[in-house]
């Protein structure tokens, strides 16, 4: 009886294999959902600045690499580390970028040009700006 008992806790190869992939899919999922948290922290962070001030030094910082990243079509390293999970995973990833292959679905049923995307870099920063203005320069 001990020894089934010992193979009931002990896992298989194959099983350890699927834990690890597992593992892995939900890696893949954090980082996801941590880089659309990012994406509205720089789209509408703002607010917060206006709840609190000290965050400002936070916040402009992540608007210029947002606006950095989309402008000259960088590579984000959370675009590249969830890509690099999913292949592991077996998934075959995603050749586009983040914004590009996340919400092409829902916003860009076509494509997601180039031009688009510039577009939308200069509107995080121009939303800012006015939210700062808003926040910053008294009426």
């Given at each position: 009886?001990?020894?089934?008992?010992?193979?009931?806790?002990?896992?298989?190869?194959?099983?350890?294999?699927?834990?690890?992939?597992?593992?892995?899919?939900?890696?893949?999922?954090?980082?996801?959902?941590?880089?659309?948290?990012?994406?509205l922290y720089v789209a509408l962070g703002f607010i917060l600045v206006n709840y609190y001030p000290a965050t400002i030094w936070l916040h402009l910082p992540c608007v210029l690499w947002g606006f950095l990243v989309q402008g000259f079509d960088w590579n984000c390293p959370l675009t590249v580390a969830e890509k690099n999970v999913r292949k592991f995973t077996g998934d075959a990833g995603y050749a586009e970028g983040f914004l590009t292959h996340h919400l092409n679905k829902v916003m860009y049923p076509d494509f997601m040009s180039r031009k688009i995307t510039i577009i939308i870099a200069v509107g995080v920063v121009v939303i800012n700006s006015i939210g700062y203005m808003l926040i910053y320069i008294p009426v």
């Open positions: 009886m001990a020894n089934a008992d010992i193979n009931l806790i002990k896992f298989p190869y194959h099983q350890e294999f699927f834990l690890k992939i597992k593992l892995y899919s939900v890696l893949g999922d954090i980082l996801a959902a941590l880089h659309i948290l990012f994406i």
